[in-house]
Each structure stands twice: as C-alpha cells, then as structure tokens.
C-alpha cells in the first residue's frame, strides 16, 4: 500500500494486492528512475489513452486481418501498460505529484480507454456487441463504486480476488492470441462457441460479484463508522 492525496486535503490509501503487484512495482520504479527527463506523466497518460484505443481498433481489424489484429492488441496492450501504469510512478519519483489532477485525469483515460476497447470488441466477431455492452456496463459500475469508495472510506481498492489491471491486459492479450488461429472454443454443453463471449460470461460474474462485495464492504463500514446516536432517557 502507498499513501497519496486525494481530492480535496484527504489523504487515501491504494491498496493493490494483485498477483504480479511486486514485481511491478519494482520494475516501475526502475523504469521510472531512467526515463528522460523530457518525457514526463502527462506525456505517458495520453499514450495509455491513445494505445487503449488502439486495442480497440485492433479488436474490430479481427474481421479482416486476424493475425495482424492480434499482433496490434499484443502491442497496443502493452503500451497502454506502459502508459497509464508509469505515469503515477514517474510523478512521484521525481517528487511532481499533483494529486488531485493525477486522480481525476487517470481515472477519467481508464473509463474512456475501456470503453474505445469494448467498442471495438462490439464491433469484431469475437464477442456479441450485447455481451460487450454487459461487460462495459459493469466495468463502469465497479468503477463508480470504486471512485465513491475511495471518497468516503480514504483506501483505493486496485484489485479484487488478486486480479488488477496488469493481469487483465494479459489475459486479453492471451485471448487475443488464442483468437488469432482459432476465435471459438467447444463447451460440452453448449458446442461451439466464441471464446470471448466465455470471456465475457466469466468477466461479467467476477464483476458483479466485486460491485457488490465492495458495496456491501463500504456500506457495512461506514454505518459502523457512522452510528447514529441513541438518546439517553433524562432523570427526573
């Protein structure tokens, strides 16, 4: 955990408890600490922004070019990972923090950069453009409990179950991959179908499940935190 500011003069905690937290961390700040001076947080925020759009685009090339869509989500992934996950470190290692704007500006590029990415999904014949907007849809709903969370509770929750960010972008790329040579898979039940709407069915599962496990969390904590007084009867 690493403690920042918040909007206004709060200071909250993020929390970040995924599998490959560690490492990445580490290797962040090695990066971070190499980086010349001239590019700097802003600089990597519009190239998450811009790469995130990119794996959109390359999602929807999937109708035409698969392999070659593959290849262009494999690159676009990784730098938006690039990007949106070394600005905060950049910010703080060379001591040019500002919170309020970093907070704002980072989480407004995650929610616009998902959904380019869903469009494009929506638009590919890897997913069914209804489970892409069920998915979208509950992405933005765990992110705005996220962002409500953090508000009122100080502790910004990163990841859930030991998946963050990092671990998705892998396991899109895995998928994006799987589909380059082959975009369904049998299911005994079902027969054949498309690995990404599996994809989506599992996603759409672990989302709900963490809006509601955070809500419940955050509601619990704060009505503890919050007890409303009990009068106490007046001698006579």
Do not use: C
């Not at 892409?132 to 409500?148: F, I, K, P, R, W």
């Not at 899109?172 to 069915?201: E, M, Q, T, Y």
Request: net charge positive.
């Amino acid at each position: 955990m690493s403690r920042i500011h918040s909007a206004g003069s709060a200071i909250h905690v993020r929390a970040q408890t995924s599998l490959l937290a560690n490492t990445e961390r580490r290797l962040l700040v090695w990066i971070a600490g190499r980086l010349p001076r001239v590019v700097n947080a802003d600089h990597l925020s519009a190239l998450g922004l811009s790469a995130m759009a990119g794996a959109g685009f390359s999602f929807g090339l999937f109708r035409y070019t698969p392999r070659l869509a593959a290849a262009g989500v494999v690159m676009a992934l990784s730098a938006n990972w690039f990007g949106d996950s070394l600005d905060g470190t950049v910010a703080r290692v060379r001591h040019q923090q500002r919170p309020r704007y970093g907070y704002y500006v980072d989480h407004v590029i995650d929610d616009a950069g998902t959904t380019t990415l869903f469009a494009g999904l929506a638009l590919s014949p890897l997913m069914h453009p209804v489970m892409a907007l069920a998915v979208l849809s509950a992405y933005l709903l765990v992110s705005s409990e996220s962002y409500l969370a953090t508000n009122a509770t100080g502790v910004f929750r990163m990841s859930f179950l030991g998946w963050g960010p990092t671990e998705l972008r892998l396991l899109l790329i895995a998928g994006a991959i799987k589909a380059a040579s082959s975009p369904v898979v049998d299911i005994a039940a079902l027969g054949r179908v498309r690995l990404f709407d599996v994809g989506g069915v599992a996603a759409l599962g672990g989302l709900l499940i963490a809006f509601a496990v955070s809500a419940i969390r955050t509601t619990r904590a704060l009505y503890i935190a919050e007890r409303i007084p009990v009068d106490t009867p007046r001698a006579a």
